[in-house]
Structure formats: C-alpha cells, structure tokens
C-alpha cells in the first residue's frame, strides 16, 4: 500500500501553546485528507475532510478556529491545536485518499499529544 | 449514538485456531465494509473489505461475512498466528460521496503461542 508519514510521531507542550501536525503523502497525491482523533480505548473519530486547495470540513463538536487545517499541496495537509488545552491530549491519525477505490485510503502512523 | 459497535473489547485466542471477530452496524444504507489492523503507535492498515451486495469475501487466512438482515458482519483469521495480535476496527462506508469511514471502537485480538 501507499505511505503516509506524520511529524512529530510524539510531541509534549504546555497549555496554552499552539501545535502542528504534519501529514504527508509518500508515493501518491492524496486528493482528500482525513484527520481523526483517537481517544483511549474508543474508536477513530473523524475531525475533518480537506480536499486540497479548499476549505476543510469539520465534523459537528469539532472548533474549527481551534484546529486550523490547511491542505496547501496533493501531498502535505497540516493540523495546528492552537491554545491547547489538557483535554486536547489525544492520538491524532491522518490519512490520504488517492481518490479511485475506498480501500485506498491510507493511514499515517498518528500522532501521540500530551499536553501538560 | 454509535453506528459501529464491536462488542468485544478483547479477544484470547490459540495459535492455529479461528479467531472470530464481530461488529454490528445500525444503518442498512451502509455500502462497504472493511476490517484495519491497527498495531500500537501505528496508524490502521487495511485488511479486507466487502461490498452490501456481497456476503463473502475471502483473501488467504481472512474471512469477512456480511449478514445484512442482520446488520452484522464478522472477521475470520484461520489459522491465528501470533502476528495477528493487534486490534482490529471495522468501519463502514456510505457509497458515492467524501469516502469518510465511520469505526468501530477495536477489538484486541491476543494470539496465544
């Protein structure tokens, strides 16, 4: 299957700080983006959609101005936590969709944030 | 309201023998399901897919079943093999649209050597 990577795998910061969350599409142009959270012990939840070059679409309960999602490039989106809070501590999975079957929906490693 | 359920949080099973993996849905117009194995600090991978219009699909030692009537569908590993010990999530897929995946919350499949 195709790679998606993710940067940082881990990242430690203080309340009140902003993050960003790099994912990138190794060997293919990702059409769409999906970025989920992942709480302990319960599923994937969906966050938000972004097709490249436009807006990205948030679920219902997700802040929009609080996790800002830029998808600049078929094979860069990036997720900032602005102001991030202890309750924002989570696992956070990418993927990328190459856009022909929906088996080809590829997963990054995820990101662990621990937010002190 | 969850519209994915697994059921079993966790799963033991002995090497060489089935493991069995259920999930249950609430929506019929769900159009595909699929099964990702996901290892710890590690995102989904997939695994094994079918289609509402199907109710079988076989790739080597996996199994997927799909009972419509009955909104379920199950993941059969035969024979387990201790490489199999992850957690497995079945999602579900509405058809035409934005491809976003609803899942499950995971069950931890244990293969015992």
């Known amino acids: 299957g195709a790679v998606v990577s993710q940067h940082p795998s881990r990242v430690i910061c203080k309340s009140g700080t902003s993050v960003k969350i790099e994912c990138r599409s190794l060997?293919?142009?990702?059409?769409?983006m999906f970025w989920y959270r992942q709480f302990p012990k319960q599923s994937l939840m969906l966050m938000a959609t972004s097709n490249e070059g436009s807006k990205a679409t948030y679920e219902q309960g997700v802040e929009k101005d609080k996790f800002l999602i830029n998808h600049a490039s078929l094979t860069l989106s990036t997720l900032t936590v602005t102001s991030a809070h202890p309750e924002d501590s989570s696992f956070y999975i990418c993927?990328?969709?190459?856009?022909?079957?929906?088996?080809?929906?590829?997963f990054g490693p995820g990101t662990r944030l621990t937010v002190l | 309201d969850q519209q994915v359920k697994q059921n079993s949080p966790s799963l033991s099973v002995q090497e060489g023998r089935i493991s069995i993996l259920n999930c249950d849905y609430t929506n019929s117009m769900f159009d595909y399901f699929l099964w990702y194995k996901k290892y710890p600090a590690e995102g989904p991978t997939f695994l094994i897919s079918?289609?509402?219009?199907?109710d079988k699909n076989e790739d080597g030692r996996f199994t997927v079943f799909l009972n419509k009537s009955a909104k379920h569908l199950s993941l059969h590993i035969v024979p387990s093999q201790p490489g199999d010990s992850a957690v497995y999530f079945c999602?579900?897929?509405f058809g035409a649209g934005s491809y976003q995946l609803t899942f499950g919350k995971g069950t931890k499949l244990s293969v015992i050597p």
């Open positions: 079918i289609s509402s219009i199907k």
């Open positions: 993927s990328g969709y190459s856009g022909t079957s929906v088996n080809e929906q590829f």
């Open positions: 999602a579900v897929f």
């Open positions: 060997d293919f142009q990702a059409t769409t």
